[in-house]
């Protein structure tokens, strides 16, 4: 089992920053990527950004440029840096551990863009 558990969501302005982490416990061994999702109101869960074991990244579209995610060798935390921030990125954000048996996902941070 793994357990991943978010934090550093919060208020902010647009055109701030905030960074996000998940901290990773249990059989952490068995990852072999985490990635950060988001689910806005009435809106689908849409994945932000992933990071592999070999460190490669994908970006949603929406956030390129903008976000970037980084992890610990070790898998113990995954960061995701968000900057520029826009109303449109309020939602509650995911984290989201991969092993070949299953998928972990932590209880989601609020974060909201507004003035």
């Known amino acids: 089992q793994v357990q991943v558990v978010e934090s550093g969501g919060g208020l902010v302005q647009p055109g701030g920053s905030l960074r996000l982490s998940c901290a990773a416990s249990g059989s952490i061994s068995r990852i072999y990527a985490m990635g950060w999702h988001r689910q806005a109101p009435g809106k689908q869960r849409e994945l932000v950004a992933r990071?592999?074991?070999?460190?490669?990244?994908n970006y949603a579209d929406s956030v390129k440029g903008r976000f970037t995610i980084s992890r610990d060798k070790a898998w113990n935390t995954v960061y995701l840096q968000m900057n520029s921030l826009k109303p449109e990125d309020t939602a509650v954000y995911y984290c989201?551990?991969?092993?070949?048996?299953?998928?972990?996902w932590g209880q989601g941070t609020q974060v909201t863009v507004s003035s």
């Open positions: 989201n551990a991969q092993s070949l048996i299953k998928n972990y």
């Open positions: 990071i592999t074991s070999g460190n490669s990244t």
